[in-house]
């Protein structure tokens, strides 16, 4: 998730730079919709990996919660809960920060 912010944050600096740039009266003449455009797929682009990222941490944090239940008879339903809705709100200050 690091990594792919890494890759996202100079890429999203880049367009927004070049939105200003077009919007400047010296520039007029060059067609600002391109760089919206451009601007509005990349955020596209990073909402979806990064969701598919918080699903495969959710995904994996509820096998592991499931395998920890059935091969420990202490561990109940009330912690795996407990541990879904931590693994949750984690990925959710996750992404809060890189968005």
Same mark, same amino acid.
């Given at each position: 998730?690091i990594?792919?912010?890494?890759l996202?944050? =100079?890429?999203?600096? +880049? ?9 400047? =009266? ?16 990349? +955020? ?28 420990? =008879? ?14 949750? +709100? ?10």
């Amino acid at each position: 998730m690091i990594l792919l912010r890494h890759l996202y944050a =100079p890429c999203t600096r +880049n367009l927004k730079r070049l939105a200003g740039v077009t919007r400047s =009266p010296v520039y007029s003449q060059l067609t600002s919709t391109r760089v919206l455009y451009l601007v509005s797929v990349v +955020n596209r682009w990073s909402a979806m990996r990064f969701d598919a990222i918080s699903l495969l941490f959710i995904a994996s944090t509820l096998a592991l919660a499931i395998v920890a239940r059935l091969t420990q =008879p202490q561990f109940s339903t009330v912690d795996i809960a407990l541990t879904l809705t931590f693994a949750i +709100n984690l990925m959710g200050l996750f992404q809060w920060t890189i968005r």
